[in-house]
């Protein structure tokens, strides 16, 4: 008895109740000039019925935001107070930042909403649906409206702002919908939930009216994408509006062309084949014939064959008479050059300690031009044309707009780590499968690890500069807050909101509806809590997750922590410093629990100086292993020690590598003293090259000396300066062809090549001067100890037996000319076989020179520690991507295919932000 008077007293209460509110709904007039409520209630959630007219704003600050985001309503009485109007010009700021690239499409967005807020005919399109009495004035308190509206009004709103993109492509009206598939009903359904946009929580009505006194809003104070605002602004793009296109038809990117094919086969492999092919068919057909001619055919009498007539000919006679001058033309010019070398080398080696000295004077004076040595590791100065396009429109923009932001970024996978099965409250509570590094373990050393990261410090100058001094904040000065990239964001950062538990849900429910729904404010259905980040923005789910499948998030394999720096054209010291900070800590990082990867903006450019100077080592073996080689082959190796030991060569050697390395330098000293940046190529490749090239011109030398050795000591200066005035012009021809071979890389527009060709050419031509100079003095030196029998590296030592074995060839010299050279020219099939065999490695490579990719491969620019993966887009991925890039991530792994495309989308989203 009593419990059926306790149910019928609650459902009296409850009619009560309902009456209540629709008396008081039922209550309002509907007419111009009229609102239907009017400032906050007790919170910002709630608002106070009130349907009297419309009020004139005095506060100076909400009349200059009316001004701005309501210019329809400034010097009007409208039924919106100041609070009403600050707050909603906080909420509307994330909408900006997705719309604000289309102008009528923000206009029109703001529009809808303004008239909500203020409109001065309030009354007119909007109904209070739900109320309750204030628990502190008793007065009816609104908790929901109705907004009617044409269907026209919801298509043309919704049309200016559908081809809108922002987030690397990305929807933004999708964006705002929560979805990509957005239509005018998802997005009004979503701006009546969602109160991070309108002002207050409604449902829109879209049709004619349904009754006498509502007037739904009609379109005509919406303009098209196409058209200019009322406002005056331009009509937006035709990036973001197709119908501002005009007549003109699109410009797309030409089809890719097919390949060059011959019978299905590669083109030019084809015809390098045949080419092969029919060479090697006449390179037989030639050993066939002269096999046959020289068995069966008799040769006949070479007397009978009368060449007299030939030398008749007066052509004959006028062609000769002609090559005779021209060669009388080219002996005379080589005699004179021969005799330049005659006489300076005779200078040199008569004076060759007053020669070393000026070669040394000379090289440490071009060397100490390295006082201004500057290096420069950034890849866009070396692999990009100063001349470019985009290199000059990139310029344009950091100039103007500055640069991009400097993206610090950190990846974190499970270690061991089973999945989960959970019953999700959004599917039912049917089994949801989470991945291993979506578990509370993983999550909190993640926030942990975040947190940690936020507090990092460094120290310039006596200057303590935090994350907050270098950070991107894109809601300041209203929200200092780090706009960080993280699913911790959902959480606002904080353990306690982390751990919230209400009606049997957890953290679980709540990282599932914001991966869906990351710019909602509010959670209500789960946690309570809202999806948005501290910093006012929102964490959007491909880039917080990696390595999931369409948009099963849950499965994700990697969660990624992103933290975007201010970037400046000059400056950019502090951001550096705690860059560094950021990845020495990284470094030292250790988590039994979670396996890290990380990347700063810096990261590339370090590895890059990083590795050349640790290939500092590799220079110094390779010039070891070079000087070895110079010595033994310099010399006539003996079967006697003592032979040996005066026929050594290893202070020529060393001294023609000694001069290899001050001929690189001397260039680059050269150009730091014109203010040029060296490159990390021109440190590793040019000595390589400059020693490859330089040691020919040593053997040449050396090799003739030996075959035409001096007499005596006293006649050394004579024999070597004869000598070397023979050799001397092909020395000077190598040179002078090598240094315009080198010289001509220069005319490429890339920074890396240009620098290269330049500081190679220099060093080259460096080289050869020294070898005339210093070398010779070297040489004269060396000879004199080599006929007095002194041993080589200790002259103070004389074998007096050994003098008369000076003439004697080296083990080298007579192993090739007594066993190689007789093997390679006996057999003339032999012979034809090894042109076939290089013919055939010529044929091959440019056979398979089309298959070269056409660009800068960025694996290349790194050491082998460092692998590429490239899907839809590329990152650098450490053996432990990019990064980039560039700008792009260096990662220990590769996070999976929900991991593609983060540096366009990161670009992209802090840019509108």
Known sequence: MFSKLYLLV???????????QYEVADSLVHEKGRCITYGFSENEIHYNVYNEGPKELNDTHAIKLIKEHCPMYQNQAVCCNPDQVKTFATKIKMAAALLKTCAACWTNFRTILCQQMCSPDQSTFMEVVETFPSPTLGLPVARAFRTSLTKEYAVKLFDSCREVTALGGMSAIGLICGNMDCTYVRLLNELGDNSSHAPYHTDYYVGNSRTTEITPLKADVLTHCWEPTHEGEEACTCDDCSGACGSEQMVTAPPPSEPFQILGLDGIAAIMGALYVLLAFLIGLHCLIRWVYNRYVKRGDSDSIDSSSSYGDPKRGLVKNLRHKMVSKGQTIDTIIANGFHIWSSICCRHPGKCMIGSILGVAVFTSGLAYFQITTDPVKLWSSPSSTARQQKEFFDQHFTPFYRTTQVVIKANGQADEVYKLAAKRFENVTFGAVLSRE?????????????????EVNGQTVSLEDVCYKPLAPDNNNCAIMSPMQWFQNTQDRFDIERGGKDYRDHIYYCARNYLSPDDTG???????????????????????????????????????????????????????????????????????????ERAIEDEISESSFQDLYTVFISYALMFIYVSVTLGKLQLACASNMIQAKSVVGLSGVIIVLCSVACSLGIFSFLGWEATLIVIEVVPFLVLAVGVDNIYILVQALQKDPPKSVSNVPQQISIVFGRIGPSMLLSACCETVAFSLGALSSMPAVKNFSLYAALAVFINFLLQCTAFLSVITWDLKRQLSGRFDCCCCVRDEESENKSNRKGVVAVAIEKYWAPALFSSKCLRAAVVAFFFFIACASIGMMNRIDI??????????????????????????????????????????????????KMRSVWKIL
């Open 442 to 458: 993983v999550l909190t050393e993640a926030m942990t690890l975040q947190n940690i990261l936020v507090n990092i410090t460094a």
């Open 855 to 904: 660009g800068l491969d960025q694996t290349v620019a790194l050491p082998t520690t460092v692998t590429w993966e490239t899907t839809t887009g590329t990152y650098l991925v450490s053996s432990e991507s990019d990064l980039l890039s560039t700008s792009s991530f260096i990662t220990k792994e590769i996070p999976g295919r929900g991991f593609r495309n983060v540096s366009l």
């Open 10 to 20: 609650l459902s009296l209460g409850i009619i009560v109740k309902v009456r209540a």
């Open 526 to 600: 789960n946690t309570g809590i809202p999806c948005l980040g501290v910093y006012g923005g929102p964490a959007i789910t491909n880039l917080v997750y990696g390595g999931y499948e369409g948009e099963d998030y849950e499965s994700a394999e990697s969660i990624l922590i992103t933290i975007p720096l201010n970037n400046h054209v000059s400056n950019n010291t502090l951001a550096l410093a705690w860059e560094k900070e950021f990845l020495d800590y990284m470094k030292k990082y250790s988590n039994d629990k979670i396996k890290v990867s990380f990347s700063a």
